[in-house]
């Protein structure tokens, strides 16, 4: 059994998030299947290139070269892929519930990424992820040496959201938006923001809930796809939660 420690994170939004931390554990086993993967992955290459050899007099040098080549660049992007285009989740952290995010709760851009990867290979020394795990441990947020230079984190799927007592205002029914709506780009993070700014929008000055809402759609409409041009502020957010929960 792993214990994970429980990160809290004040948006400016006035969101509490509890952020679960990934224990060495859990992470090590992802790390082991994306090694996995990309291990299959380079012996199909090495066959695929093989016999493109033998079939096109393709010279060993050559094969061999474009192989290192083709290596090289999928053992170091592949995390970097992964973490900047499916949101913070490699294969390996996907099938145990993990994601990489900013220390400040926001997706990893490819610098962050590109940053706290290129590192990785100092955490597997002097042998099976001994160094990285001893960081990990040591340290208050859990990181590895690449997070703590990155300034990333590796959290748990789950998080939870501390909101006041207040009247909750968002409608325990809302209609589902009409078409297709892809808010797949959508972290739970940003959903629970916009629910926090639904929930409390009736304590907030008319001129600033309009400010914040417009704020909010705007930042999180480029991530979602198929919404409707007409919908904006509010009505956009309303809308965004009835699609992301599946009403």
């Given at each position: ?8 994170i ?69 995390d970097?892929?992964f ?5 913070g ?37 002097p042998?099976m ?15 590895r040496i ?61 001129g ?19 919404a ?20």
């Amino acid at each position: 059994m792993e214990y994970d420690d429980v990160l809290t994170i004040a948006t400016p939004e006035g969101v509490e998030l509890h952020l679960t931390l990934a224990g060495p554990a859990s992470r090590f086993v992802s790390a082991i299947v994306d090694i996995l993967i990309q291990a299959a992955l380079l012996i199909c290459i090495a066959i695929v290139l093989g016999i493109a050899g033998t079939g096109s007099g393709l010279s060993s040098g050559v094969a061999v070269l474009l192989w290192a080549v083709i290596s090289f660049a999928l053992i170091t992007f592949y995390d970097v892929f992964f973490e900047v285009f499916r949101s913070g989740r490699t294969p390996g952290k996907r099938l145990n519930g993990l994601r990489v995010v900013r220390v400040e709760g926001h997706p990893v851009n490819f610098l962050t990424s590109a940053i706290r990867n290129v590192i990785r290979p100092i955490d597997f020394l002097p042998s099976m992820y001994l160094l990285g795990a001893a960081v990990i441990l040591a340290t208050r947020k859990n990181q590895r040496i690449g997070d703590v230079i990155a300034g990333t984190l590796v959290v748990r799927e789950r998080v939870t959201v501390r909101t006041p007592d207040v009247i909750r205002t968002v409608p325990s029914r809302v209609a589902v938006p009409q078409g297709a709506w892809d808010t797949s780009g959508i972290t739970q993070e940003e959903l629970a923001t916009v629910r926090q700014f639904l929930e409390r929008r009736q304590e907030i000055d008319g001129g600033s809930r309009t400010e914040l809402a417009t704020t909010l759609a705007e930042r999180l409409r480029p991530k979602v796809t198929g919404a409707p041009a007409d919908l904006r502020g509010e009505q956009f957010l309303v809308a965004l939660v009835a699609a992301k929960s599946g009403r």
